[in-house]
């Protein structure tokens, strides 16, 4: 199947610094790539959708000026958790999709994020 | 939005045996329907899925069904083994790579 790549895999940062998460589509273009958040023992939960070269849309309850997402080409989209709290520690995943994986989705390996 | 619904929350069987989630979902738009098996800390993998155009698909000792006048379908697990423990999530989404909305999960834990 297709490749997503995320990096980095673990990630601790201070209380109210910026981290940002890249997330890669290694051999197909992905038309659309999709940021979720996962607490422990939770499911997935859409943050936001991004399409390359547009802005990305939010789901209802995540604050777009906190969760910065950026989808500048077809194989990387960023999320950018700024001045960051504990609270948003958790394990944060993005997919992608192309017309190219046959209309499937392929996850990154996803990030855990813990903020001290 | 669409909305799933995934039971049960939790499953044991003994080795062996067959384990059977069920899930809903509420927007006949849906038209494709994605399981996904995740172990602690790694991204889910995918499993199966079923187009909307299929009743059944199977692929060894898992199978789908899918309902679409019920809205609901299944993932079937023959003989069990105790690698198949995990947790299981089911997913909808109209167009295949566009916003795919996920199950509650299902923890399937295998006894030896």
């Known amino acids: 199947g297709a490749v997503v790549s995320q990096h980095p895999s673990r990630v601790i940062c201070k209380s109210g610094t910026s981290v940002k998460i890249e997330c890669r589509s290694l051999d197909f273009q992905a038309t659309t790539m999709f940021w979720y958040r996962q607490f422990p023992k939770q499911s997935l939960m859409l943050m936001a959708t991004s399409n390359e070269g547009s802005k990305a849309t939010y789901e209802q309850g995540v604050e777009k000026d906190k969760f910065l997402i950026n989808h500048a080409s077809l194989t990387l989209s960023t999320l950018t958790v700024t001045s960051a709290h504990p609270e948003d520690s958790s394990f944060y995943i993005c997919?992608?999709?192309?017309?190219?994986?046959?209309?499937?989705?392929?996850f990154g390996e996803g990030s855990w994020l813990t903020v001290v | 939005g669409e909305n799933v619904e995934q039971h049960p929350s939790t499953l044991s069987v003994q080795e062996g045996d067959s384990a059977v989630i069920k899930c809903t979902y509420s927007?006949?738009?849906?038209?494709?329907f994605p399981w996904y098996k995740q172990e602690l800390g790694k991204r889910p993998q995918l499993i199966i899925d079923?187009?909307?155009?299929?009743g059944e698909k199977k692929d060894q000792r898992i199978a789908v069904t899918l309902n679409k006048t019920a809205k609901h379908f299944s993932l079937h697990i023959t003989e069990t083994q105790p690698e198949d423990s995990a947790v299981y999530f089911c997913?909808?989404?109209?167009?295949?790579?566009?916003?795919?909305?996920f199950g509650t999960g299902t923890k399937l834990q295998v006894i030896p």
């Open positions: 997913a909808a989404s109209y167009g295949g790579y566009q916003k795919v909305t």
């Open positions: 997919s992608a999709g192309g017309e190219g994986t046959g209309n499937t989705i392929y």
């Open positions: 927007d006949s738009a849906s038209n494709y």
């Open positions: 079923i187009r909307s155009n299929v």
